[in-house]
């Protein structure tokens, strides 16, 4: 039987490894582990229940052993290894005139692989540089590009909440956020409010969202109109997590009351604007009503006026003859003809 840990390498990154059940493992302990072509060191963070990781088991990297006093010195060595190839990388970077911002450099601990991390704002072809790169060392490189989270979890911080940045505890993956989930949670869209320490909205607004969600299920809205204790007003703020709704009353004072002291009105309108409203409407059905009974006298009196015409005699003998030129005269000409 294998337990599952997750690792802290020395850049940042962030590794699952199995380990025998015989290993005695505990947090913040330094394992050397072993993946594809190289031996590695990290840092245990935790211990992960097998089923809640999406990577099958035997593929994953295998921690050999509690790392020694000697692979403690390795890594020493090793990390004035990355600062002499940081150095020479920022040089040709600079030379090849690529828009890449250098993060850091890792050595594995054989020396195998040296993994190189830079952040962009877009696609880089850094084909050159690998050349470059492996001209002067004998290890394999590889370049990593990584977002702004990622590179704001390896530098760490402190949150406005006083905790450590999650990015850096626990955060393993960066879901999408939009600012349509601070508004579901009622919060100010000032920048400065919802954004993080890396510039962007503020990985908490995700993973508490659901339960912002099922608070507000029981909460009025904003901008509804409802009764209370004190007698009718508006609703202009809450406060899903107290529970708390902020009224706006007809003179004008801001009063504090619970969910349950306050009724909505139906129809969100308040106290006495219903007549109004009916008699809006009532005003509106007798313009329609009007303009009906004006349209449908309107062919009464076309008869009626075409009758008239009927029954006058015309002047002279050419007068009653239709004119082939003017449609309408001679459809009056033919009621004429009839109603004689």
Request: charged share 25%; hydrophobic share 30%; glycine share 8%.
């Amino acid at each position: 039987m294998e337990r599952i840990f997750l690792l802290k390498l020395e850049n940042g990154a962030a590794v699952e490894a199995r380990a025998d059940i015989s290993l005695e493992i505990s947090p913040h302990d330094f394992c050397v582990f072993t993946k594809d072509f190289y031996t590695d060191m990290g840092c245990v963070c935790r211990e992960i229940d097998p089923t809640k990781i999406k990577t099958a088991v035997p593929s994953l990297p295998l921690i050999q052993r509690l790392a020694t006093p000697e692979d403690m010195a390795q890594a020493e060595e090793n990390q004035a290894k990355n600062r002499t190839a940081m150095s020479t990388t920022q040089t040709l970077v600079d030379q090849l005139g690529l828009e890449m911002k250098l993060i850091n450099a890792h050595s594995s601990l054989d020396g195998k692989l040296m993994t190189i991390q830079f952040s962009a704002e877009g696609r880089v072809d850094f084909r050159e540089l690998i050349k470059e790169l492996t001209r002067t060392r004998c290890s394999r490189i590889e370049l990593r590009q990584i977002g702004v989270r990622d590179e704001t979890g390896i530098y760490g911080g402190i949150g406005v909440c006083g905790q450590v940045l999650c990015c850096s505890r626990f955060l393993k993956e960066f879901n999408s956020i939009n600012v349509k989930m601070a508004k579901e949670q009622d919060l100010s869209l000032t920048p400065a409010t919802i954004s993080g320490a890396c510039g962007r909205l503020k990985c908490c607004l995700k993973y508490e969202h659901d339960g912002y969600t099922e608070l507000a299920k029981g909460m009025p809205r904003k901008g509804e109109y409802c009764e209370t204790p004190d007698g009718s007003g508006r609703i202009t703020d809450r406060n899903l997590l107290t529970g708390k709704v902020f009224v706006t009353m007809e003179n004008g004072n801001v009063n504090q009351y619970s969910v349950s002291d306050v009724k909505i009105a139906h129809n969100n309108d308040r106290k006495g604007n219903a007549p109004g409203k009916k008699s809006q409407e009532s005003q509106s059905q007798r313009t329609r009503g009007g303009k009906a009974s004006q349209d449908e006298s309107a062919p009464s009196q076309k008869n009626h006026k075409n009758e008239n015409r009927g029954d006058k005699k015309p002047h002279n003998a050419n007068a009653g003859s239709p004119k082939h030129n003017d449609p309408e005269s001679s459809v009056h000409s033919g009621e004429a003809g009839n109603a004689k």
